[in-house]
T-cell receptor, first 110, second 112 residues
Framework: RKEVEQDPGPFNVPEGATVAFNCTYS??????FFWYRQDCRKEPKLLMS???SGNEDGRFTAQLNRASQYISLLIRDSKLSDSATYLC???????????FGQGTRLTINP | EAGVAQSPRYKIIEKRQSVAFWCNPI?????LYWYQQILGQGPKLLIQ????????DSQLPKDRFSAERLKGVDSTLKIQPAKLEDSAVYLC??????????FGPGTRLTVL
C-alpha cells in the first residue's frame, strides 16, 4: 500500500464550480500535512498547510481527519487559473521527510 | 530573494552514459533534497542532506546514483550509467526547517 494515495483524476469541472478531492495516508505517525500545487512542466509550490482544526485561505479550504487518516482540499468558485496538479504531502513523525502523493490533476473549463 | 537554481534544465543522453546535475539552494537553507519525478507521478525523494551530511538516502539506487554536498551549500547528483527508466525530471529543493520546501525548476532528463 502506498504511504500517500490520491485519485489521479483528471477532474474536469466548469468554471465557478466547487471541487473537492481527498488524500489518504497509511502511517498513523504522520504529523504534518500539506497541499502543494504543480503547474504543467513547473516545479511544485506550497499551496497551504493542513492543520488539525482545518484552515481556509480565500477560496481554498483544507481539512484533516486523523481518525480516518485523510486530508481534503476544497476549492470554491473555481477559476481557470486553478487548473493544475494538486499534490498531497505528509511528513512522517521521526522520519522528518516529506512523502508526496502522485497528485490529482484538475482542469477548469470555461 | 533568489530561488533554488538548477542546471542544466534539459539533458538528453544515451543509455549507459553518465550525467550530472547541479543544484544551488536558497541561501541559509541547511536542508537540501533531490527528488525524481516520473511523468504522471509525484516527486520521489532520492536523498536528503542536512548541511553536508546525509539524512536519508534509502530510496537512492546506490549502484548507479550518487550525490554529494561537500561544503554544505551546492550539491551534485550523478547517474552512472544511465538506464532508460531514469528518464524523469530531477528536482532539487531546499528548506530552512522541515516544513515548506522550495523547489528549483528541475532538470528534465531523457535517456535514449
Amino acid at each position: 500500500r502506498k504511504e500517500v494515495e490520491q485519485d489521479p483524476g483528471p477532474f474536469n469541472v466548469p468554471e465557478g464550480a466547487t471541487v473537492a478531492f481527498n488524500c489518504t495516508y497509511s502511517n498513523s505517525a504522520s504529523q504534518s500535512f500539506f497541499w502543494y500545487r504543480q503547474d504543467c512542466r513547473k516545479e511544485p509550490k506550497l499551496l497551504m498547510s493542513v492543520y488539525s482544526s482545518g484552515n481556509e485561505d480565500g477560496r481554498f479550504t483544507a481539512q484533516l481527519n486523523r481518525a480516518s487518516q485523510y486530508i481534503s482540499l476544497l476549492i470554491r468558485d473555481s477559476k481557470l487559473s486553478d487548473s493544475a496538479t494538486y499534490l498531497c504531502v505528509v511528513i512522517i513523525q521521526g522520519a522528518q521527510k516529506l512523502v508526496f502523493g502522485q497528485g490529482t490533476r484538475l482542469t477548469i473549463n470555461p | 530573494e533568489a530561488g533554488v537554481a538548477q542546471s542544466p534544465r534539459y539533458k538528453i543522453i544515451e543509455k549507459r552514459q553518465s550525467v550530472a546535475f547541479w543544484c544551488n539552494p536558497i541561501s541559509g537553507h541547511a536542508t537540501l533534497y533531490w527528488y525524481q519525478q516520473i511523468l504522471g507521478q509525484g516527486p520521489k525523494l532520492l536523498i536528503q542532506f542536512q548541511n553536508n551530511g546525509v539524512v536519508d538516502d534509502s530510496q537512492l539506487p546506490k549502484d548507479r546514483f550518487s550525490a554529494e554536498r561537500l561544503k554544505g551549500v551546492d550539491s551534485t547528483l550523478k547517474i552512472q550509467p544511465a538506464k532508460l527508466e531514469d528518464s524523469a525530471v530531477y528536482l532539487c529543493a531546499s528548506s530552512f526547517g522541515v516544513n515548506e520546501q522550495f523547489f528549483g525548476p528541475g532538470t528534465r532528463l531523457t535517456v535514449l
